[in-house]
């Protein structure tokens, strides 16, 4: 088998990139005071040496109280904080590589106690209360206008820092999500009800994202089926729902879809004709959508991701290949974003293209410990 098709060139508008390879975002939590450092710099910097073609970093949140949800995540906003994440622009353009940053908000998922500021609660398309106490606050128009102002903001800092990109967290279950979601979204306003309503914030963001940007600048969408709430939910459950969904995301100005799924090679409607009944998520999205497509899940390993979020002994060996190369090659998507084989392995994409398949590394949890 030739992988030569995963270190083709990718050309969409301004954005070029040396390989189909893409780095997946992964939160690290070694950014402490929400600072990229040196050590984050170098993280980065050395995938781009190895020939990843885009980077898109762990996510990085945006300007609003609430925005995060986890310890020593890095923000994409404040003269620190951007000031290092300049540095690592400039260490992947050294490299030859690419990058975007991927803006953050976690919404309601947020806990009392959470960095920076532990008394605000989580905000959410919904009000949750707890013992009397409010956990989680139901966004109002107010509330609404200002994520969408701080998303804006990041996306124009990032172009003004030289990244190449930015990439839209709507996925996992996190804020966006989260008023995608029927589940979690049963406002009776014109952000809930149907599809249309249910996407309404999302369309506003984007379309307030590209005005912050302007026409050329490359906006990737991250988006999922499942939630970490339920990993079963579906957004779209027939091929039509997907257009459905899509078409006003596209319409608002996104670029590329990264279409995340746990395992790239699921078919996502199995029951769709023949012809295209084997298509996984980013196939459909761009069949449906014409636009270019980022396919990831359990690329190069044999075991999917969330099972290794919690405590686990088990290891996932390298896996090969030879099932993502022939659908890359029959152009079912794009791009290819690896997560946990390049975490554990900076040298992944390179051992790749030179056949060194013996020297790829196996991923454990023990990887999630440093940031090497
Ligand atoms: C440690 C870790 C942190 C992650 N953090 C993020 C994140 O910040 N944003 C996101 O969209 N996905 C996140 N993910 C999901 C990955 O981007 C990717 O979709 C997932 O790991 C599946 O790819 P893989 O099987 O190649 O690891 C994370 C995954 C891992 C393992």
């Known amino acids: 088998m030739s ?31 929400g600072v990229p450092n040196d050590q984050v710099i170098e993280y980065y910097r050395r995938r781009a040496a190895a020939g990843v073609g885009l980077i898109i ?80 606050h139901g966004m109002t128009q107010a509330d609404i206008d200002a994520v969408i102002v701080a998303f804006a903001e990041a996306a124009a800092a990032a172009k003004a820092i030289g990244m190449d990109a930015v990439e839209i967290h709507g996925a996992h279950g996190y804020l966006i999500d989260q008023f995608f979601w029927e589940a979690s979204n049963q406002r009776e306003d014109a952000y809930g009800g149907s599809v249309q309503g249910r996407s309404r914030f999302a369309v506003e963001l984007i379309q307030a994202v590209r005005a912050a940007v302007g026409p050329d600048y490359p906006i990737i969408f991250r988006f999922s089926q499942w939630k970490q709430q339920d990993y079963s939910a579906r957004l779209a459950p027939t091929p039509e729902a997907l257009e459905e969904f899509l078409q006003p995301l596209a319409q608002a100005g996104v670029d590329i879809f990264h279409c995340s799924t746990r395992r790239f090679w ?15 998520l980013a196939g459909w999205t761009r069949r449906l959508t014409g636009k270019p497509v980022i396919t990831v899940g359990s690329v ?53 293209r030179e056949g060194r398949d013996d020297d790829i590394l196996a991923f454990s949890r023990d990887a999630l410990g440093n940031l090497s």
């Open 57 to 136: 970093t762990e996510g990085t949140t945006v300007d609003h109280p609430a925005a995060n949800g986890y310890p020593n995540v890095p923000r994409f906003h404040g003269e620190d904080a951007l000031a290092g994440w300049r540095k690592v622009v400039e260490a992947v353009h050294a490299e030859g590589g690419k990058i975007a940053p991927q803006l953050w908000h976690v919404g309601n998922v947020r806990r009392l106690g959470t960095e920076p500021d532990g008394s605000v609660p989580g905000y959410g398309p919904m009000e949750k209360r707890k013992d009397d106490q409010v956990v989680v």
């Open 300 to 352: 190069g390993l044999d075991g999917e991701f969330l099972k290794f979020m919690a405590k686990t002994d088990e290891v996932a060996q390298p896996a090969r290949l030879d099932g993502l190369v022939a659908r890359l090659e029959q152009q079912e998507f794009d791009l290819v974003a690896v997560g946990r084989a390049l975490l554990v392995d900076p040298d992944w994409a390179v051992k790749v």
């Open 3 to 33: 992988v030569q098709s995963l270190f083709q060139p990718f050309v969409s508008g301004p954005l070029t990139l040396a390989s189909r390879i893409v780095m997946a975002p992964m939160t690290r939590s070694f950014s402490p005071g």
């Open 266 to 280: 699921e078919a996502e409607f199995p029951d769709a004709p023949a012809d295209v009944a084997g298509l996984n």
